[in-house]
């Protein structure tokens, strides 16, 4: 079984200062690592993904994240907010075998940035 | 340009009233599944199919349907709709193939749908 918690519905931050939005998962198997990234009225956007090698994670937009497996995290993190990315981020895992490839998500971080 | 198509994009009906939402994908992905987002909940899976003629429960399939006839096309049925559920939904593709379950989803631009 695998499951996804992500920590705070709604973080707030100001224009320019750090972004963490926080992701613990649990999975049998090792796993992939998902962020995706929603814009309002939007489908959800790939953001970045761990799969193997290194642990620290670039993604689009300046966005990145570092798996830790002794701490099951996968912490999402951006040096300095931009008004544009207020959005909606999800967390999601997937086992890297097994014939069910289910993705299971978080239940999401609604990410509002203050001018 | 790669992508998952869904239709309507907004969707207001009564209940008891049949409904299909497509979904179509251009990337001849394996892996299908639909979705419904609803606040505070996340994305909950509804079916998904593992390839033509392959469909199997998610966690809430109560009250829809799936059928995968063809690799691109993915329609989701709700044969008698009832308000609760009135929600967001999103069809979602991904590759099977060696490498692939790395590659995560590709998602349509969702269906919000309105059960009155």
């Known amino acids: 079984a695998q499951s996804v918690t992500q920590l705070g519905s709604h973080v707030s931050v100001s224009e320019g200062a750090l972004v963490l939005l926080r992701c613990n998962y649990s999975?049998?198997?090792?796993?992939?690592l998902f962020w995706y990234v929603q814009y309002p009225n939007q489908g959800l956007q790939l953001l970045l993904k761990?799969?193997?090698?290194?642990?620290l994670v670039k993604g689009i937009n300046g966005f990145e994240a570092e798996f830790k497996k002794s701490e099951t995290s996968f912490h999402l993190t951006k040096p300095s907010a931009h008004m544009s990315d207020a959005a909606e981020y999800f967390c999601a895992v997937r086992p890297d075998s097994g014939g069910y490839q289910k993705v299971t998500f978080g239940t999401g971080t609604k990410l509002q940035v203050i001018p | 340009e790669a992508q998952v198509t869904q239709n309507p994009r907004y969707l207001i009906t009564v209940t008891g009233k049949k409904l299909t939402v497509t979904c179509s994908q251009n990337m001849n992905h394996e892996y299908m599944s639909w979705y419904r987002q609803d606040p505070g909940l996340g994305l909950r899976q509804i079916y998904y199919?593992?390839?033509?003629?392959?469909?199997d429960k998610g966690d809430v399939p109560e009250g829809y349907k799936v059928s995968r006839k063809e690799k691109r096309n993915f329609p989701l049925i709700l044969e008698s709709p009832s308000p609760n559920q009135t929600s967001l939904y999103f069809c979602?593709?991904?590759?099977?193939?060696?490498?692939?379950?790395?590659?995560?989803?590709?998602f349509g631009s969702g269906t919000r749908l309105t059960v009155v």
């Open positions: 999975s049998s198997v090792p796993p992939y």
């Open positions: 199919s593992m390839n033509v003629e392959v469909t």
């Open positions: 761990y799969t193997t090698g290194a642990t």
């Open positions: 979602a593709s991904s590759p099977t193939t060696a490498g692939g379950l790395s590659y995560g989803y590709t």
